[in-house]
């Protein structure tokens, strides 16, 4: 620590200790590992540590127990593809969450809390009624596939919207975004409200699903639509983590340091769109992962998005796989949806992040 | 000598109202010149167009013989460097971050070494660990400054001398740190860089610039040697304000305004 010694500077708060990265990353991957073990050991059927080996079939069970096929049956069709779910939904909004803030400048940015994902869950919403309809009958059969496209057509409009409001001559301002980010969700919201009064009983259920949040429904055919986006989305974030990094100056001053703004704002976009909608098709909206885990991340590792982004992934995959164990254990044998618990954990957490940066914050 | 810049009679219209108006400047290789005029002059409009951030309605500019608008903006950042008046950063990068981020892409190590010699230029290599958003503005804009230095030189050993645009550079510094800045961009001058800087200080500008460009709404009043540029006479036509210039005994000429002139319908 040369550096404080030069004009007898004593430290203050604001020097930067940071870890070094490959520690980062590999603390995150054993935090989701610990969290995916616990997830697979508890639950309505609990299987036991000592168990767990055999019936995931890493070596043959030395007991020969009548559990072993029962605790395969569990692990293999219900409780690995929603661990698998739930680690890449938080993955993508925990990632999403990070670009989002990094396009916007803002560290308050979250795809929940200004309507992306109200915007994807109105599409997703429009779809299941519509494609429930009579004019709908021929498309019926594709609604798993139309679902996410649906909640990604959504999304990506609702950000291109809150974008061109709050942008104007390259500066963002805060206050415009926020506000604009109200406006657009309450119109999404009044739209799946819309569509709750018109729905059927059966598409009513199938709407709630999504209001919610919850990954209930996680299956193998789910996982199969979030790999791509997310094996899409970790090959983009590197390409566009320096860019989001000299964002942070301004939007004319990236284009003086020689950033292709236009280009990474369109990717950034489609991006967060492509993430956040795929996350809420599959399990609706969930809020504040995108939040709470990049802040924390960037009191630890510091905001450059080159470490911030796989770090991201992996804190987001760990805390959603913690807290949906949580979720259908809490109020066994019935389930809360993750909505409700990452609401009620991350919103104080947002409100405590606003009352420390009220001096900072200029709106 | 061999112009870097080349302005053709560009001209700035935004909703009806004309900013900038029909401006010739050429800047050679070296060059030291100073923008000045009264607020709302288009000095601001007339560097960003400069910088290829704003693209003129009318005429156009011309960076190393080519057009502006046809470089890539990786390609752009290697010719011409600009420092920005007000840069707001909200997320806790390090100075050495953001000095960092000048660089581009550089490698590694090439880049260490200028981020280090321009942090030490700037005299902020004590802070290069702590959080720019912490820092004080005179000392986040030395940290800008210390950016703007580092891509400038990555620029120039690929590709020669550029160009260093900076807009009120010296607004928020004190004293001593105002003339480091001035003394810091004669340097690079003398290497060969054309510095153009926006500025509000008629007596830095004096001192910064051999050649003073003046702007009175959004035309070009004056441009020549800071003698002519700079007399009492057009100081009063275009700021509206009777000043005396006199001289240090070095030669070295300064102004002091004396009255506000009542006012009145512009005669100019």
């Known amino acids: 620590m040369t550096a404080l010694t030069g004009s007898g500077t004593t430290r203050r708060s604001g020097y930067a200790l940071r870890p070094p990265a490959a520690l980062t990353l590999a603390c995150l991957l054993i935090a989701l590992a610990g969290a995916a073990v616990i997830a697979l050991t508890v639950g309505a059927a609990g299987i036991p540590l000592g168990r767990l080996p055999a019936a995931l079939g890493l070596w043959p069970d030395a007991s020969g127990g009548p559990n072993l096929a029962r605790d395969q049956l569990v692990l293999w069709s219900i409780r690995i593809p929603r661990i698998a779910v739930a680690a890449m939904v938080g993955a993508l909004l925990a990632a999403s969450g990070a670009i989002m803030q990094g396009l916007f400048r803002n560290p308050l940015a979250d795809p929940a809390l200004v309507g992306v994902s109200s915007g994807g869950a109105f599409a997703a919403a429009a779809a299941i009624v519509f494609t429930d309809s009579h004019i709908g009958e021929s498309v019926r059969f594709m609604q798993n596939q139309l679902l996410p496209i649906a909640a990604f057509a959504g999304s990506l409009g609702t950000t291109i919207i809150l974008y061109w409001i709050a942008s104007r001559s390259g500066r963002t301002s805060i206050a415009i975004f926020l506000l604009g980010g109200i406006a657009i969700a309450a119109i999404a919201n009044a739209g799946v409200g819309l569509l709750v009064f018109i729905a059927d009983d059966r598409q009513l259920r199938d709407i709630t699903f999504w209001l919610l949040g919850s990954l209930s429904g996680a299956t193998w055919p789910k996982l199969a639509t979030l790999a791509p986006v997310l094996a899409l989305a970790l090959i983009a974030c590197v390409s566009i983590a320096r860019g989001l990094d000299v964002l942070v100056l301004g939007e004319a001053e990236a284009f003086h340091s020689g950033v292709d703004v236009e280009r990474l704002k369109r990717i950034s976009i489609v991006l967060v769109s492509a993430m956040t909608g795929v996350a809420v098709s599959v399990c609706g909206v969930v809020g504040f992962v995108g939040i709470v885990v990049p802040h924390l991340l960037r009191l630890m590792i510091g905001p450059a998005h080159r470490l911030l982004l796989p770090a991201s992934m992996l804190l987001g995959a760990a805390l959603m796989v913690g807290a949906d164990t949580l979720a259908r254990t809490i109020v066994a044998p019935a389930e809360m949806p993750i909505g409700i618990l990452t609401a009620a954990i991350g919103a104080p957490f947002f409100l405590g992040m606003l009352l420390r940066q009220r001096g900072l914050v200029s709106l | ?268």
């Open chain 2, 1 to 268: 000598m061999t112009a870097i810049l080349e302005a053709q009679s560009i001209s700035m219209t935004v909703g009806g109202a004309t900013l900038v108006d029909g401006i010739d400047l050429r800047i050679e290789a070296g060059e030291m010149v100073a923008i000045v005029g009264p607020n709302g002059a288009g000095k601001s409009t007339l560097l960003r167009m400069l910088s290829g951030d704003l693209r003129p309605t009318r005429g156009q500019i011309r960076l190393k013989q080519r057009d502006i608008h046809s470089y890539a903006p990786r390609q752009l950042a290697y010719h011409r460097a600009m420092l920005s008046q007000h840069v707001n950063v909200t997320f806790p990068f390090t100075v050495e971050e953001i000095v960092h981020m000048g660089a581009g892409d550089t490698g590694r190590a090439a880049a260490q070494r200028l981020v280090d010699a321009a942090l030490g230029e700037v005299g902020l290599a004590h802070f290069s660990h702590r959080q720019l958003p912490t820092l004080s503005g005179g000392e986040q804009q030395r940290a800008h400054f210390a950016r703007v230095l580092v891509q400038l030189a990555c620029g120039e050993e690929q590709h020669g001398p550029g160009l260093l645009l900076l807009d009120e550079p010296t607004s928020s510094l004190d004293m001593r740190h105002q003339i480091d800045l001035v003394e810091t961009a004669r340097r690079r001058a003398q290497n060969g860089t054309a510095v153009v800087a926006v500025l509000h200080d008629l007596n830095l500008a004096m001192r910064f610039a051999d050649r003073i460009v003046l702007l009175h709404r959004g035309k070009l009043a004056v441009d020549g040697g800071r003698a002519e540029a700079i007399t009492a006479e057009t100081i009063r036509r275009i700021f509206e304000v009777d000043v005396t210039i006199d001289y240090t005994e070095g030669g070295v000429p300064f102004l002091l305004p004396q009255t506000m002139r009542p006012a009145g319908p512009p005669t100019a």
